[in-house]
């Protein structure tokens, strides 16, 4: 999203041992994840996932995630393959375990790009942030 300066390398990434989506380690680091639609896909939801920060107080690429607004455009290069416009029309936050329940990993449907990170309140007695915050985007017509 570079109207909020967000740019980021993404990896793929896959599932945790727990069940949960992988997030790389590396804040400056996104992940795609694999096990759904890519980028560019023709139907389904193509999900990148990244932090807000880090253990040791660094920012993350998603960051200013939260600042995003329906109408904002978000761009995927895919090296030599056609740069992706998207445009966001939904930014809400989820409880930490009702991720899965917005039917965001889907795999058919309308194409869409979904980007998840942390949101919500921070608790550190309870294990971190209490939230998922969710930026969902439609591919713009070409």
Same mark, same amino acid.
């Given at each position: 999203?570079?109207?909020? $300066?967000?740019?980021?390398?993404v990896v793929p990434v896959g599932v945790r041992p727990d069940g949960q989506a ?5 804040? $400056?680091?996104? $992940?795609?994840?694999?096990?759904g639609p890519a980028p560019g896909s023709a139907t389904g939801s193509a999900v ?5 920060? +880090? ?14 607004? /329906? ?13 992706? +416009? *998207? ?34 309140? *921070? ?5 971190? *942030? ?5 930026? +969902?985007?439609? /591919?713009e017509p070409t």
């Amino acid at each position: 999203m570079a109207s909020l $300066g967000l740019s980021a390398r993404v990896v793929p990434v896959g599932v945790r041992p727990d069940g949960q989506a992988e997030i790389p380690p590396d804040g $400056g680091t996104v $992940g795609w994840y694999r096990f759904g639609p890519a980028p560019g896909s023709a139907t389904g939801s193509a999900v990148l996932i990244g932090h807000v920060d +880090t253990a040791d107080g660094r920012l993350g690429r998603f960051a200013k995630l939260e600042r995003g607004a /329906p109408g904002d455009r978000v761009t995927v290069e895919r090296g030599a393959a056609a740069v992706l +416009t *998207y445009r966001v029309t939904r930014v809400e936050t989820v409880p930490k375990g009702g991720l899965a329940a917005t039917g965001i990993f889907r795999r058919d449907g309308p194409a869409q790009l979904v980007l998840v990170t942390c949101g919500g309140a *921070y608790d550190r007695s309870a294990g971190g *942030y209490q939230a998922n915050l969710i930026v +969902t985007a439609v /591919p713009e017509p070409t």
